[in-house]
């Protein structure tokens, strides 16, 4: 019953699966989402943090840290091919993989109220997403407070329609979020 | 680390304060969703299946079955105005009892791989949302297929931003998502 990061699971460092791999860093995310918060995480760290590999890190979250990925996109790419490309991406992801399908920071994101602390983070992380759509929409020439809208929508979207493809072990629902999203884009730039 | 629905805790039916009644009730709902699914389940037999008192269920879960009351408002007050209504519902709830805030359908979402069965019950409840919503758009002059795919991405912003809230302890994002959902929703109409 979680996505991704477990509960207050403790990984001991004997196991060496692919599976342990992945829990280990996670365990490591964890435990530095708690610590430091969201922007002050170092990707590098966190294989240290959960005992694994450092090379391991890249293997197993081939993006890093999302938020960055996103701004060098939306930078390059503009908002509706950054979409598109982020939910070719997941979608690719979870028809290769659906029993993985999930979003590790909404797992964070139920931690409360047992650990707000970590809860807090994953709000940092989802705002940290939202803040370079915001500003690349702005760019676009939708109106400020259009845009903050428009970005949160984005990222709530996003959230649940991974929740959604887990529940359907299809990436099916991911691929219609994305549609939903271009579509309300195209809808919101014609009016401004 | 689950929202609403505990993973497979047991209740016994000794303990009686009120949260050992919602608990029993949702242990009931789980039990129900995957025996018969969404569309079979009676609001009725929760409680009883729950092993609490009838007269809970009314207490507890005041919306009831969550499509009927989708259907109702929908044919009363049109899209927009029931976005509006369970958007101040939800807001409301989640103001009042911030460790509280949650879909009972999504910690049922997250049940796979464990319980394939339970989670495509929470695929069927999802679907059961959209349907009607997509129907009132053709109604209010949407085509068919952008009727369906704003439909969906009305179920996966209310899921994701209901998940946002619980991390945020806060209202905010699901205000924030309804406000966005309308404006998407305005600019739909205004572009055919």
Known sequence: MSVGIEG???IEPKATGPRDGRDRLLAGARKLLAEKGYAG????????????????????FPGGKRHDTIERALGELGVKQTLRMFGKVFSRRAADHPERIGCPVAAAALARPEDPAL???????????????????????VGAEKAETFAGLVVSTIEGALLRARAAGSQAPLDSAVTGLEQALDALVATG
């Open 8 to 10: 207050s699971k403790v």
């Open 41 to 60: 995480m170092e990707l590098r760290d966190v294989a240290a943090a959960g005992k694994a590999p450092r090379g391991s890190i890249y293997h197993h």
């Open 119 to 141: 809860a807090a983070a994953a709000t940092a992380a989802f705002q940290s997403w939202e803040r370079p759509i915001a500003a690349a929409l702005e760019r676009e020439g």
